[in-house]
């Protein structure tokens, strides 16, 4: 059974740091491409980054308003993806998902995601 | 670039068939055949339901159907069950630099 676990939420204040983290199993995670997708209260989905395999560079992207602020990481030998949170704004305020990419030419969707955890910014 | 418009909220009786579009661009839903379409239960992991415009994961009921025309796509998603009620998001690919881009959600109300 495939599983992904999100960890880490929780309150932190406008210009705080927070690490979540993303506990998968049932499927090959080395070789996956993750990504982290949020949504704000109210609000629809909005991509926040990814990371390719380590055999395909472990190369990391991100959304424009993360950019700079945020870092995604991964340990395959634990089979977790992580999001390191740095500068936090009231607008980052989410549940944030992990969810996989299938890593194939051609195809471009999201087939595993985890239920999510909150993140609140707020003075 | 903006987020894929789609309409707040449809409804249909038990039975019937709803669509939900999803409009988007030609650097998006114009430019590339990989729109996706997820299921989401508040509280509960989103449920991947279509992608690439039309393929169906295997275990999604074929009720569920995508098409894309022009920088449109659409969900139709036939003999509406009690449990289909919930909210719906489209995504596409976007380039190399925006990558993903989702729709405002729709949410599906069965009567």
Redesign the interface.
Known sequence: EVQ?VESGGGLVKPGGSLRLSCAVSGFSFSNAWM?W?RQAPG?????VG?IKSKTDGETT?Y?APVKGRFTISRDDSKNTLYLQMNSLKTEDTAFY?C?RRIAVAG?????Y????TLVTVSS | QS?LT?PRSVSGSPGQSVTISCTGTSSDVGG?D?V?W?QHHP??????MI??VSNR?SGVPDRFSGSKSGNTASLTISGLQAEDEADY?C?S?AGSY????????TKLTVL
């Open positions: 992904l990504n997708v609000k629809g989905l909005e991509w990814r992207a959304a998902y969810t195809t471009y969707y999201f087939d995601w985890g239920q999510g | 987020a789609q590339y990989y996706s997820y509280g509960k992991a989103p449920k991947l992608f690439d994961p998001y995504c690919y925006t990558f993903a881009l989702f729709g405002g959600g």
